[in-house]
């Protein structure tokens, strides 16, 4: 059950790193368009014109997100109980060092 939980969880780390990597690489293109581009170019206009880049980003970001579901709630006390099992597991097997103990009483 913990593997597959574990398995999840990285694949959609992995998805946000992807997502995040696309982006970047977004940024960077209009980087070197702007380096391309003659010395005489209004700096105001590149300022504008990242300004505006950065401005769709954060637009498509936020017309994404969604209000937070009782799936969403539901999900975060199982993982809570799910942490708090396997911390007593691991203190009845003895894998927890012992000043990692006496920080957690």
Known sequence: ?????????????????????????RC???L?????IESNLDP?????AMRTEVGDII???MANMRTPTIADHLG??????AQIQLMKTMKAEGM??????????
């Open 76 to 81: 975060g006390v199982i993982s809570q109980f």
């Open 59 to 61: 637009e498509d970001l």
């Open 44 to 48: 105001q206009h590149a300022v504008d």
């Open 1 to 25: 059950m913990i593997n597959e939980l574990l398995f999840t969880l990285l694949g959609l780390l992995f998805a946000f790193q992807v997502g995040m990597m696309l982006t970047l690489k």
């Open 28 to 30: 960077e293109a209009l």
């Open 32 to 36: 070197h368009s702007f380096s391309n």
């Open 96 to 105: 927890i060092p012992q000043e990692i103990e006496e920080q957690i009483n």
